[in-house]
């Protein structure tokens, strides 16, 4: 069965993030659905419009094998901050569901309460961040929640989730395929 990843994005969202993470986990046989919080098209830090699968509030848990936040300021306070997205995280974490955050997006975790002993962001967002031990690593898996540094990790984070999601031949697949040897 053809494993589900819940992408939300919403305005100021980093676009290599988002775009990398949607492109891998696709190479990689996952269906990526791109829920919209601030409506269809979305905008990124950078400038990028990207046109979004659905809204955040059409979605389900129970559809999903795992949520996965892109990184970008603007994109990660929004979610942070939006009811339905908080929400989604949680009932992931309380169904045992893998949690996946980028960058900036820890944050959202955080506020969300689901964040474990240990994880990774971009420099600067652990002085946000009180609630677990930040490690200076480019992934970090603690229980069920991963997190990744930043833009320069996406494709790295990508694969990884899709070792995670598709198991290891196809990860080394979609690695070859990308000639994404570093990772």
């Known amino acids: 069965m053809q494993k589900k990843v819940l992408l939300p994005l919403a305005n100021g969202f980093e676009e290599i993030e988002a775009v990398a993470l949607a492109d891998t986990l696709r190479r990689g046989n996952i269906e990526v659905v791109i829920a919209g919080v601030d409506g269809e098209i979305l905008k990124g830090a950078h400038g990028i419009k990207v046109v979004s ?5 059409a979605v389900k848990s129970d559809d999903f094998d795992m949520i ?20 989604l995280i949680k009932e992931f974490d309380s169904l045992g569901k893998s949690v996946a955050a980028i960058c900036a997006a820890p944050i959202a975790l955080d506020r969300a309460g ?64 990308m000639l994404a040897d570093y990772c």
């Open 53 to 57: 699968d659905c809204h955040i509030s």
């Open 68 to 87: 996965l936040l892109p990184g970008g300021y603007g994109g990660t306070m929004t979610l942070a901050e939006n009811r339905t997205v908080q929400a």
């Open 114 to 177: 689901v964040l474990k002993d240990e994880y990774t962001c971009y420099p600067g967002v652990p002085d946000s961040i009180k609630s677990s031990k930040f490690i200076e690593e480019n992934i970090v898996e603690s229980s069920n929640i991963l997190t990744s540094r930043g833009p320069g990790t996406a494709i790295c984070f990508g694969i990884y989730i899709v070792e995670k999601l598709a198991g290891k031949e196809i990860a080394e697949a979609v690695k070859k395929g």
